[in-house]
């Protein structure tokens, strides 16, 4: 079974600073990846997801980025934060395998801008 | 309408009580549906995942789908204070579309 890894597990940033968080998975080869961000009383929001190497779909338009240069690592940028960017970030992958492509998440970075 | 409706509660019950939690959705597209449970400060694990209609039973979890009324359940037996978490319903569509739609979540105590 796949296992999902993040760093680093919190984070505190002064607004305008770059960002860069880290996502590898572990257990399955050319797995959808995805990035979430939750916030408190709003759900989870997809923020991009990627079916292969180099291949970024963004879901809402924002001050982050996405890359994908591995088959199983995930990274999501920021040049300049903005306090509104504050939350819980999740990484999740699915194998995208016949009709469940089910969802596993990684424990989360916990993103706190000032 | 919103795709998927869930009551944020939050919901207290004593420990031993039979929990119910409900997920209502409006597009019939939906095919697949899950239950998460997500622990204060972490990530979401899966627990219940269900296709069709009908109900799935895993130990003290029974998730409950009804296609026809667009509505599902989680419900769990015998609670204790460990099930103490967030619970999200969520829904996919299947084929080429990797994507869920994810319930707000309910905030669920269980007292001892």
């Known amino acids: 079974s796949q296992t999902i890894h993040q760093w680093p597990a919190t984070l505190v940033q002064p607004v305008g600073s770059p960002l860069s968080l880290e996502c590898t998975v572990e257990g399955t080869s050319n797995p959808n990846l995805y990035w979430y961000r939750q916030a408190a009383g709003r759900g989870l929001q997809l923020l991009f997801y990627s079916v292969g190497i180099g291949q970024i779909s963004s879901e809402v338009p924002q001050n982050l980025s996405a890359s994908r240069p591995q088959d199983r690592q995930f990274i999501l940028s920021s040049k300049k934060l903005l306090l509104s960017d504050s939350g819980f970030y999740l990484c999740a992958c699915s194998t995208g395998t016949g009709h469940s492509d089910t969802q596993y998440f990684g424990p989360g970075t916990r993103l706190t801008v000032l | 309408q919103k795709e998927v409706e869930q009551d944020p509660g939050p919901l207290s019950v004593p420990e031993g009580a039979i929990v119910s939690l409900n997920c209502t959705y409006s597009n019939s597209a939906f095919q697949y549906f899950m239950w998460y449970r997500q622990y204060s400060r972490k990530g979401p694990e899966l627990l219940m995942y269900t296709y069709s209609s009908g109900n799935k039973e895993d130990g003290r979890f029974t998730a409950q789908v009804d296609k026809s009324s667009k509505y599902i359940s989680l419900f769990i037996r015998d609670s204790q204070p460990s099930d103490s978490a967030t619970y999200l319903c969520?829904?996919?569509?299947?084929?080429?579309?990797?994507?869920?739609?994810f319930g707000k979540g309910t905030l669920l105590t269980v007292n001892p």
């Open positions: 969520a829904m996919g569509k299947g084929g080429s579309n990797y994507k869920l739609t």
